[in-house]
C-alpha cells in the first residue's frame, strides 16, 4: 500500500520546517464538502494564532498538534 509510506514522507515535509512555526492565515473554502457542517469562520479563528507542534500519521491520515489544546487533522485524498 503506497500510501503508508506517502503519508509519512508528507508528514515529516510538514514538520521540518513547521514545527513551533505560528498559523497565520487559515484560508478555507466553506462550499466544499470537506467541511461538512463545519462553521468555516469559527475554524479560522480557531487555527489562527496558534502553533504547530508534533505530528503523526497513520496511513492517509496526518494529525498535527494546534497549540496546546487542539490537533488540526489531514486527510491525504490521494
Known amino acids: 500500500m503506497p ?4 503519508g509519512e514522507f508528507y ?3 510538514w514538520a521540518l520546517p513547521g514545527t513551533g512555526a505560528l498559523i497565520r492565515r487559515v484560508h478555507v473554502h466553506a462550499d466544499r464538502k470537506v467541511f461538512r457542517g463545519t ?3 469559527a475554524l479560522q479563528r480557531a487555527l489562527t494564532g ?4 508534533p ?6 491520515q496526518m494529525l498535527v498538534r494546534a497549540g496546546k489544546n487542539g490537533w488540526l487533522g489531514i ?3 490521494m
Do not use: I, N, P, Y
Open 3 to 6: 500510501e503508508l509510506a506517502e
Open 11 to 13: 508528514r515529516k515535509r
Open 39 to 41: 462553521d468555516a469562520s
Open 50 to 53: 496558534r502553533a504547530l507542534g
Open 55 to 60: 505530528s503523526q500519521a497513520a496511513a492517509k
Open 75 to 77: 486527510h491525504l485524498g
